[in-house]
């Protein structure tokens, strides 16, 4: 049975336009009717509108004439904290709920400059404090896989949306999980990158805990997204000139990995230490 459209992943999906049997105008169609039918019980997105049909037709153009580029007609879920020129910028709050962001976040210009299409903004907790995503001003964001339970935060918008097929790609960002927790939770595959790897903007950019990031329901769509948000940018003076991109096909033979099952005097179900 071959995979519905919603769930390809960037990596087939660019395949798929490369040798004409998809385009970026379809697939976008096929997500917003997957959006209509179970985007009001998952809530993991906000109900602002994004321009489409100018990036849209830009894709196709370039797919025509051999120029598309690194995310070419992708469409990619923007978590609602990392800022877009002219929307809403509300941090998740009430407080908020009517300011408009003056300045895009950088990743989100690399992510236009290399063809990825801002598709849809997702929801967070409030100033994403929270490893959960619920709040007044959105309401309780849920797992697609049962609404019964939490998608995690704060990156929580995100990770839903992905698991739910609204988008291949997405972006966290991440201080003690906020990508990593729905990631979990979700059924999908976060980076937290090292810090400077990605630019980000003050005064969170001196954070040396706190990065943004890719997530993605692959490990290799991860890659795809972290190679194209890596490196520097003038407004970010501890952002890396050229960081080493990420090979997801590299080879581990040989390699070993440390897992720590517990941290510190935290506690843990007996059911997810029995998965571990």
């Known amino acids: 049975m071959p995979t519905p459209a919603h769930y390809l992943t960037a ?5 798929g336009y490369r040798d004409g049997s998809l385009t970026p105008a379809t697939l976008v169609q096929e997500l917003l009717a997957r959006i209509a039918d179970i985007g009001e019980t998952v809530n993991c997105l906000t109900p602002e509108t994004l321009p489409l049909q100018e990036a849209l037709a830009e894709a196709e153009r370039r797919y025509a004439d051999g120029t598309a580029r ?3 007609g992708l469409p990619v879920i ?6 877009i020129a002219g929307l ?3 941090e998740g709050s009430p407080l908020f709920a009517h300011h408009i962001a003056e300045e895009t976040h950088p990743l989100v210009t690399r992510i236009i400059e290399a063809g990825g299409i801002p598709f849809q903004r997702s929801t967070t907790p409030e100033f994403c404090i929270a490893a959960y995503t ?3 001003l959105w309401g309780i964001t849920r797992n697609p896989w049962n609404p019964l339970y939490t998608p995690g935060g704060s990156s929580g918008g995100s990770g839903a949306a992905l698991a739910a ?3 291949p790609l997405a972006t966290g960002s991440d201080i003690g999980g906020s990508t990593r927790i729905p990631s979990s939770f979700n059924g999908v595959v976060g980076y937290k990158p090292p810090y400077g790897r990605n630019a980000a903007m003050a005064p969170y950019n001196l954070d040396t805990y706190c990065t943004d990031g890719p ?3 692959t490990v290799a769509d991860v890659a795809l997204l972290q190679n194209v948000m890596a490196g520097q940018v003038a407004s970010d003076p501890v952002s890396l000139p050229a960081p080493a991109p990420l090979e997801p096909n590299a080879d581990l033979h040989g390699k070993t990995v ?6 510190g005097d935290y506690g843990f179900e007996q059911e997810v230490l029995d998965a571990v």
């Open 88 to 90: 809403p910028a509300t």
């Open 70 to 72: 690194a995310l070419e």
């Open 258 to 263: 440390g897992l720590a099952v517990g941290i």
């Open 215 to 217: 997530m993605a329901r």
């Open 11 to 15: 990596s087939a999906v660019l395949d």
């Open 134 to 136: 619920r709040g007044a």
């Open 165 to 167: 097929g609204f988008a």
């Open 78 to 83: 923007i978590k609602e904290e990392q800022p």
